[in-house]
């Protein structure tokens, strides 16, 4: 079959939409998906920074969401006409996927970001036959279509909106999963939340919808609006250094909040979360791999409290003297802790229930604006870009 996709050829280049090749059905426990939405994570655009460890040329992508078309063999669990949301990819038979810590997989860097499952791989080319990288994230889903692993499906209630669920998959499943599953967030806890991008606003809404009093910390006033919009706490972080929050420009469009010349002093961030947390805050998260905001975030966690991680570090990080004083700790949190199969569903059933509303982080884009959904994706334009496939199969 022949079918559209984006194909990134250089580290450097844009991405080209072209007819790519997949020579051969669904192996066993495989399904083929025609994908109605992906998102962008930004996981896919740092493979242009991978230093060449994810392989070229490649269809990215790895927040999709589909309809079944084909299964392979009998034991896929699933139908053709099931919708599906598509999550990371993980061998299923390691320690970890076994105790139900698939995020935490033996093969989770091979099989998700340095090539990928090679089963089969060869059935997948350019139009002119040449070899495109193994499944990205067990998907490659910037496409009409997609060959996933059933493991990697999850199936949804087919009256939903399919189109926008892909991102349930990675980036809201890994900041909402690091309130539900990682910090076990109570009524009552507190959350301080450093960048409110897609990751850090799925954590707003996820403490929120668990009862807790969430502070949100961005240096966009719009960002902070939207935050406030989901529930939290806003607090300008007007000190943090030119690399820290994301270095975005400010997203038009957003209600405003006053200028950074209005806002109470804020050179003490740390101690401010702590005012507004009676004392400091139980859990932190941090999603800007910052190494100032990082230690910030320890000194306002209360004693015993937790911080989480959810960016790849790429220096050392230096721990400032008594951040880690009295029980407080430290972790990295890959995927939201999540076995995707449950945490999906909860996360739908909130956003059923209006209590995460994560459709107001998305625009969508047509399969042929992905350069043009990059572009606002980096210029914080968009907090969720959501591309659109618009061809058919041949």
Same mark, same amino acid.
């Given at each position: ?8 050829? /250089? ?22 998906? !025609? ?18 460890? /994810? ?9 999709? +969401? ?12 699933? @139908? ?17 996927? !076994?105790?139900?810590?698939? +995020? ?26 040449? +070899? ?18 059933? !493991? ?6 087919? @009256? ?17 999963? +690091? ?25 707003v809404m996820a403490a929120t919808a668990a009862g807790a009093v969430a502070v949100a910390v961005d240096r966009h006033p719009g960002r902070l ?46 101690? !401010? ?44 990080l230096p721990l400032e003297p008594g951040t880690l004083d009295r029980g407080r700790r430290i972790s990295h949190i890959c995927e939201g802790d ?57």
């Open positions: 079959m022949r079918f559209g996709a984006a194909v990134l050829r /250089s580290y450097e280049g844009p991405f080209t939409v072209e007819e790519v090749i997949l020579s051969a059905g669904p192996a066993d426990g495989e399904v083929l998906v !025609r994908i109605a939405g992906c998102g962008m994570c930004r996981t896919d655009l740092a493979v242009r920074r991978s230093a060449g460890r /994810s392989p070229l040329p490649a269809v990215l992508g790895h927040e999709g +969401a589909g309809v079944v078309v084909e299964t392979g063999g009998p034991d896929t669990g699933l @139908s053709v006409g099931d919708h599906v949301v598509l999550s990371f990819d993980s061998c299923g038979h390691c320690r970890n996927c !076994r105790g139900a810590a698939p +995020a935490y997989c033996d093969s989770f860097a091979s099989l998700n970001l340095f090539g990928g499952r090679e089963e089969h791989a060869a059935r997948f080319t350019d139009a002119a036959g040449g +070899a495109l990288a193994p499944r990205w994230f067990g998907q490659s889903s910037f496409a009409e279509y997609a060959m996933v692993p059933a !493991r990697n499906a999850v199936r949804v209630d087919p @009256s939903l909106p399919v189109e926008l669920l892909g991102p349930l998959g990675c980036g809201f499943l890994t900041g909402a999963g +690091a309130v539900f599953n990682s910090f076990g967030v109570r009524p009552g806890d507190s959350v301080a939340v450093f960048g409110a991008g897609a990751v850090g606003l799925a954590a609006a939207l935050a406030e919009r989901l529930g939290a706490i806003p607090l300008h972080a007007a000190t943090a250094g030119p690399r820290d929050l994301a270095d975005l420009p400010e997203p038009p469009g957003l209600p405003g909040l006053p200028d950074v010349s209005d806002l109470a002093d804020v050179s003490d961030l740390a101690g !401010r979360v702590r005012r507004l947390t009676d004392g400091g805050a139980q859990y932190a998260l941090d999603t800007t791999g910052s190494a100032h905001l990082i230690n910030t975030a320890l000194r306002a966690l209360r004693p015993t409290g937790h911080l989480g991680l959810v960016a790849r570090l790429h220096t050392a999540a076995v995707p199969g449950l945490l999906i569903p909860r996360l739908i059933g909130l956003w059923q229930a209006g209590r995460f509303p994560f459709d107001q982080l998305i625009r969508t884009y047509p399969l042929a604006a992905i350069n043009e959904a990059e572009r606002d994706c980096d210029a914080g334009r968009v907090v969720k870009p959501v591309l659109v496939p618009e061809g058919r199969c041949r």
